[in-house]
């Protein structure tokens, strides 16, 4: 599979882009801020039906411009494929494949791979956990469509949970039956993620030290640790044990959503001993 054609029209700093690409290599060359990031996240649009950067599609239109327009000719198998996305402001965005818009953008997830490597990326080791959730989940999801699907459906059913939580207090009220059925289909849903996120850092942790081992040249030890709260305890009674502090804080305290990564450098976190100076920061492969 490889990207053949790309169009823009006013996405984020261009108002038109043409380009056509090699099987092999492409190289894109320009000053700072000429446009060549954007040009990536064109192609990662394509590819995961959003912005690596801006998860607005609104914020990712052109200034003054009221649409953008992204259209990519791929080969994939040997047949061609074209693949359309396009933003209006105040309007749904859509997505075609082959000219046919998509009911589920979750659908074209994993057609057509891609990994996003960016400056940002220093995010990774400096940010939030939900950066590093990011990154799970993105590659999972794109060979794992039950993965996507099941994901999907818990965010839904954590955030019902949160809005009910807040009822409760709003209503000084308290329903224990309609509490629980949430609870037994995030512990049901939360459970099968776990389980595949547990799956994958253990097949990828060799790959990550091989290849920094390679990078280092042997002179550093790495490791990766998944932290998840059902590493100790299952859905359902995490979920008991934190009723009274959810019912207090109106959200949902535990489960996958709180999932981490944790990576080190001799046994020690990498998070506290780089400097967070960009000129100084460990790069991770």
Known sequence: MFLKKLSLVNFKNMAQA???????????????GSGKTNLLDAIHYLSLCKSYFNPIDSQNILYDADFFVIDGHFELDGKDEKVYCGVKRQHKK???????????????????????ISPSDTDFIQGGS?????????IISQFD????????????????????????????TFDADTLETYNVQMALLGSKVYDKRKDFIGQFIPVFQ???????????????????????????????????????VQYSTVGIHKDDLNFTISG?????????????????P
């Open 18 to 32: 043409d380009l056509e690409f090699s099987e092999r290599l492409n190289f894109f060359v320009g000053r700072n």
């Open 94 to 116: 859509k997505f075609k494949r082959n000219d046919k818009e998509y009911d589920r953008l979750a659908n074209h997830v994993g057609l057509f791979p891609l990994v996003m």
């Open 130 to 138: 939900d950066v590093r959730r990011k990154f799970i989940d993105s």
């Open 145 to 172: 469509k039950e993965y996507l699907e099941t994901l999907i459906n818990y965010n839904k059913i954590l955030s019902q949970r949160n809005a009910l939580l807040k009822i409760f207090v709003e209503k000084r």
């Open 210 to 248: 091989k290849h920094y081992e390679f990078i280092s040249g042997g002179n550093e030890q790495v490791g990766i640790e998944y932290q998840s709260q059902l590493n100790e305890a299952g859905m359902k009674e995490l979920l008991s044990q934190a009723l009274s502090k959810d019912r207090a």
């Open 268 to 284: 020690y976190p990498i998070k506290n001993t780089v400097r967070k100076d960009s000129r100084n920061l460990f790069w991770l």
